[in-house]
């Protein structure tokens, strides 16, 4: 994981943006929360 392309997110940026997110969200979720998102954020907050 140490490699980053160039002109790309650093991971460990990604990592935040995702688990801030999703601390967001759930602090504001209502008792009924659809999420659609893409297997890299779904790793990221279930590690």
Excluded: N
Excluded at 1 to 11: C, I, L, V
Excluded at 30 to 36: F, G
């Amino acid at each position: 994981m140490g490699y980053t392309s160039p002109g790309a997110e650093p991971f460990a940026a990604f990592r935040r943006r995702v688990l801030d997110g999703w601390q967001a969200l759930i602090a504001a979720a209502a008792a009924h929360t659809l999420v659609l998102t893409h297997g890299g954020d779904v790793r990221v907050i279930l590690a």
